[in-house]
């Protein structure tokens, strides 16, 4: 009887562990310690039997529920609030400015490059050489 009870509850549950034994074990007792049943106490059985699977089906679904991979969390997007946007076109019209003469002195110094004497010129690029 207890192999039978075994075997149904491995058919609804997809396997014996140990929560199944300690059930079939548990159903076993409880049809042992009735000598006569009645109607009334099979009833009895039949509703304890059917209470215990229950709260099989639970542990199993809570299971199933806790150990399933969760997707991970993504992290919320970092919100940049402006308060001023005239202290940032300030510091975009600096840049610029700054920009500017750097494009201005490079242009400078190739064109004193380009019209620099011979002589000038291999002094310019030894320099040039050296500092590296």
Known sequence: MRDKILDILEEHYYGRNFIESRAADDLMRLFDSQESPSRNSTSTIVFKALAFLTVIALAQAAYIWIGHDSKPVEPV?????????????????VLKLKSDSIIVNNEKKINNYINASTPSKVKLFSERINRQ
């Open 77 to 93: 997007a970092r919100v940049v609030t402006l308060s001023n946007t005239d202290t940032i076109y300030q510091e975009i019209e």
